[in-house]
T-cell receptor, first 112, second 114 residues
Framework: GESVGLHLPTLSVQEGDNSIINCAYS??????FIWYKQESGKGPQFIID?????DKRQGQRVTVLLNKTVKHLSLQIAATQPGDSAVYFC???????????FGKGTLLTVNP | EAGVAQSPRYKIIEKRQSVAFWCNPI?????LYWYQQILGQGPKLLIQ????????DSQLPKDRFSAERLKGVDSTLKIQPAKLEDSAVYLC????????????FGEGSWLTVV
């Protein structure tokens, strides 16, 4: 079946460094992608999204890159802070029912 | 703007008992979702409502799970009878429309079945 996968289940960075979280998707019909952040004990929180007619979108300290040729998505976090420690989910949507499909997530740990 | 409200936050029940979770979406959001998140996994969609109609319930275990959104606003998810494998966080989410829009999640209802 269709799935969204992540290359690395965990990522550990030093405070102040830049973080890059990668994601591979398999549904070529997906046309909308979202990154969610989930802190311990909380629901997923929207970070940034991108539509398939774009290859880059920037937010506050975050940038999402989309490479449709290789079905790859990445989230870049600049100057990572301890408050960025969380699980990050790459989510795709589109196809016949526009269902959001979550992967397993990447755990980001920021060391002070 | 108030977020998605859920209750109860925590519930512990014995297997074969029943439980119900309540969700009040963000005001004006037509689409409401219930997700199940098992520890260490990403959320899995159980059911999606557009107003008070069901859009997708293909992954809802209908022999034991039921959900309703009678007036197109708040919603209830029920499990009866519960099994050990139902232990999870039940997340409610809402969005303005059903396609291509950001969905907003509540804090979740944590269920432990013993």
């Amino acid at each position: 079946g269709e799935s969204v996968g992540l290359h690395l289940p965990t990522l550990s960075v030093q405070e102040g460094d830049n973080s890059i979280i990668n994601c591979a998707y398999s549904n070529s019909a997906s046309d909308y992608f979202i990154w969610y952040k989930q802190e311990s004990g909380k629901g997923p929180q929207f970070i940034i999204d991108i539509r398939s007619n774009m290859d880059k979108r920037q937010g506050q300290r975050v940038t999402v890159l989309l490479n449709k040729t290789v079905k790859h998505l990445s989230l870049q976090i600049a100057a990572t802070q301890p408050g960025d420690s969380a699980v990050y989910f790459c989510v795709e949507s589109g196809g016949s029912n526009y269902k959001l499909t979550f992967g397993k997530g990447t755990l980001l740990t920021v060391n002070p | 703007e108030a977020g998605v409200a859920q209750s109860p936050r925590y519930k512990i029940i014995e297997k074969r008992q029943s439980v119900a979770f309540w969700c009040n979406p963000i005001s004006g959001h037509a689409t409401l979702y219930w997700y199940q998140q098992i520890l260490g996994q990403g959320p899995k969609l159980l059911i999606q409502f557009q107003n008070n109609g069901v859009v997708d319930d293909s992954q809802l275990p209908k022999d034991r799970f039921s959900a309703e959104r009678l007036k197109g606003v708040d919603s209830t998810l029920k499990i009866q009878p519960a099994k050990l494998e139902d232990s999870a966080v039940y997340l409610c989410a809402s969005s303005p429309e059903w396609y291509g829009n950001t969905i907003y999640f509540g804090e979740g209802s944590w269920l432990t079945v013993v």
